[in-house]
């Protein structure tokens, strides 16, 4: 089975910087884009980053000049470097990934399990 497994978040103080990963495994063919969203209580699931295979990124505004989204293909990971982090930074950072399977013939989304990224004031 497909699995995305995330590591890193925790809390930090505003103007702190946090590392977050996430590893996919399992009968995968190849990947196409991986991306962080996030999520905060009451509010919708936001796109973060998103990183293609070939290294194209997108950002959203408000993060745009402080965080860095990155790959390792060989290794099937994505990074999300966070600086300059600020309060309304907090949320639940899910990692998403379109995969194409082995033995299936299209691509589909997997979810990490989320992690929490604290900022305080």
């Known amino acids: 089975q497909v699995q995305l497994v995330e590591s890193g978040g925790g809390l930090v103080q505003a103007g702190g910087s946090l590392g977050l990963s996430c590893a996919a495994s399992?009968?995968?063919?190849?990947?196409?884009?991986m991306g962080w969203y996030r999520q905060a209580p009451g509010k919708q699931r936001e796109l973060v980053a998103v990183?293609?295979?070939?290294?194209?990124?997108n950002y959203e505004d408000s993060v745009k000049d402080r965080f860095t989204i990155s790959r390792d293909n060989a290794k099937n990971t994505v990074y999300l470097h966070m600086n300059s982090l600020k309060p309304g930074d907090t949320a639940v950072y899910y990692c998403?990934?379109?995969?194409?399977?082995?033995?299936?013939?299209?691509?589909?989304?997997?979810w990490g399990q989320g992690t929490q990224v604290t900022v305080s004031s």
């Open positions: 399992g009968s995968i063919f190849g990947i196409r884009s």
């Open positions: 990183i293609l295979s070939a290294g194209a990124t």
């Open positions: 998403h990934a379109e995969i194409w399977n082995i033995g299936y013939s299209g691509w589909n989304a997997y």
